[in-house]
């Protein structure tokens, strides 16, 4: 299935796909460590999923566990997930906003030259 087509969802160390349309369970994935909260990432062709000290990378059309790594002298908590292929929006939103923050400082900089 095209990872365009899905959420992805976490609870309770549960992973979940929906599908975007019907929200539909496609496939779900259960952490063999850790417990509570899941912080996801979707990284390209890879979720990162963090559970209390562990980070597991899952195929994101399947749900099938690719790696695992226990992070040992990390500690436990709340995971926070980035990487440079992890976008946070839509490309077309992140270009509007690139195309804006260029205009802004284009402005800025010929307001202080004719000063």
Known sequence: ??????????F??????????TGQIVW??????GTGFVSLLLDGDRLM?????YTYCLDPRT????????????????????SVRGASTHPNLGASAAQ???????????????M
């Not at 160390?13 to 599908?19: E, F, Q, S």
């Not at 260029?102 to 900089?109: F, K, L, V, W, Y």
């Open 1 to 10: 299935m095209d990872i365009n087509s899905l959420l992805f969802v976490g």
């Open 12 to 21: 309770n160390r549960k992973v979940g796909a929906l599908d975007r349309v």
């Open 28 to 33: 779900e994935w259960q952490a063999p460590s």
């Open 49 to 53: 999923a963090a559970v209390q000290g």
């Open 63 to 82: 749900g099938a566990q690719l790696w695992m790594n226990p992070m040992k002298g990390f500690g436990y908590g709340v995971t926070s997930l980035t």
């Open 100 to 114: 804006q923050a260029q205009s802004t400082a284009a402005s800025s900089a010929a307001t202080t030259s004719t």
